[in-house]
């Protein structure tokens, strides 16, 4: 047997759908097996990928063992001559593998092929080639220096920038996301080192296979092989920049030291480290304390200043007759800002991502509550509505400059528009299956139709793919879908580098159930399949969920001698009514106990309007009524069955 291919997989099932369909046109004219190690995914991948690829041999890990276990795990088992440890994020071109196993053969002295990887907007990430670390290397990462420098000899050598991305090169650490090693040289080096649980232990393996001798006496060496390119979305679940990364990251690369370094380097090496972890950390928390809690704490500071500056320019170069309360502006300011705060928060200014639309719709929902309340208050107690006008304004100008810099500085990301133009560049039959999927996901992308291999071949084309670039000028194009029947891998990886920027790529390949992809090379990637339909999982609807279960507790206490009347069980119904109040329950759950939907609250009714207790129809009748209720919701469907099972509610 030729090739061995190793994936590890966890909890990325629809990118490693993607992938094992691109690896298997890979092996079309080579003799190889595909072994994949589960490491206790939870995402029901066992389910979703066994029945998909009979032809991949599978192994299901009750535990998480960690990357490098896991491949040792594959590796026991691989009969190859070439061993490829394969990232599950990733899509390899046909011809791949067979330009890879040729370099080995014109190649003795080859101990361990990386190659050229680009990020899913076809953007060269620079980790294909590295330098080992060094405390030189890493103080000019740490300082800044490589970044001003990306390809200096001296300043860049982390990512080895002095040598050209388009040429092969000896180098000396390959990425994890694709090494292919002779079998005959991980004999000797015994595989990964499974001390590193995550990160690290590619450096490691890279490491000992150039201090591993050849068949001629000297030493292996690692190549970058240039002739082939292959996408890494980066879909795994740690993210750089948490806190999680940070730790995982840089004790792979103590442990690195401690185990190859020795006597007054190795204690340099271990400083920075230090000095790293300590630097990184402290920025990862400032960047998710803002993410987190502190925008919402800089925006109250915002529009409270806001309004006290107003107020003072008012007040002194505009009304300068009139003498405002200090008591009565001590009340209100906070007041108002707290107003803000809210209508803000529920009209979705808060969500992962930040758009300017956003801002500028949670601003006008907040003014205008402000604005109806201010006119609702006594004449007596009114100040100023300019006050009020122009405070929001500079609020809305200052916040806007903000999240500007926070842009700028990559705490914050910028959320594309959820409506926007796609299209789709496939044949008939996987265009259908690609705009059927949308819909059944209830994604509201809109399709602007199908680019075909050329024109002649149908009518209802936009164009061929050789006008693609002319598209995405000519309409407002954000979002291109490729799919697999109409080019071929390696035809859509050359495409998606010559595309301008500002376009989002999703891919899909044919027979697969799922579109994936990816924006960022930092951050984990995002996908699209049949099971992403459920509205519930909204941030909006759940939040509008939990405030109309508080409102309606509160209305129901409010009127309390209504509810004494006409329930049955007055004691039982507002003991119900504190338990959602205190958010132990909702007023609507589901009906039977399943694991395949969102999770939400124990209702006090459920999705057939009636208390479990009295639910009496099969479990496959209300397993249907939960699917119907998760994926169609909205608040208004909750108040509907409030007011059709009110008289359970005391149940």
Known sequence: ????????????????????????KACKNIDAEILVVDNNSNDGSKEFLSPQFPLVHFTWNSVNVGFAKANNQALAQAKG???????????????????????FESHPDAGALGIRMIDGTGKFLKESKRAF????????????FTKLFPHSKIFARYHLGHLSENENHEVDVLAGA??????KVLDVTAGFDETFFMYGEDVDLSYRIQKTPADN????????????????????????????????FYSAMSLFVKKHYSGSRAG???????????????????????????????????????????????STFIRKEVNYSPNMLIIAFPVFTVIFLMASYYSGLYDKGFKQSQLSRSTGMAALVLLSGYALLPENIRFSRGILVFGIAMAFIIMSLLRWLLLQWGILSRTEDTYRQTIVVAGEKDFNTVTELMHKAGMPEKVL????????????ALGSIHQLNHLITRYPVKEIVFCEDLLSFKEIITTIQQLPGGVRNKFHASGSSSIVGSDNKDISGEYLSVNDKYTITNPINRRNKNLLDAAVAIIFLLSFPVHLVLQKKPLRFFKNVFTVLFMQKTWIGYAAITDKLPPIKKGILTSTTLPASLNDLPVESLLLSDEWYATYYSAATDVKKIIRGYKYLGF
Request: charged content about 15%.
């Open 81 to 103: 001559n070439y061993v490829l440890f394969l990232n599950p994020d990733t899509i390899v071109p046909e011809d791949c593998f067979e330009n890879c196993i040729s370099f």
């Open 133 to 144: 670390p060094s405390p030189l290397t890493s103080l000019f990462k740490l300082s800044g």
């Open 1 to 24: 047997m030729q090739l061995s291919i190793i994936i590890v997989n966890y909890n990325v099932k629809y990118f490693l759908e993607q992938c094992l369909c691109s690896v298997l």
């Open 178 to 183: 694709y090494m292919m090693i002779p079998k």
């Open 268 to 314: 340099v090496f271990n400083f920075l480290i230090q000095i790293g972890i300590f630097l990184r950390a402290i920025l990862s928390l400032i960047g998710k304390f803002i993410q987190k809690i502190g925008l919402p704490v800089l925006d109250a500071g915002i529009i409270f200043m806001s309004f006290w500056c107003i107020k003072y320019l008012w």
């Open 449 to 460: 139709g199908r680019v075909n291999d050329s024109l002649t071949s149908s009518s209802k």
């Open 217 to 248: 006496g000297v030493n292996y060496k690692n190549y970058y092989f240039a002739d082939s390119t292959i996408i890494h979305f980066k879909g795994e679940s740690t993210k750089k920049g948490s806190l999680n990364y940070v730790k995982l």
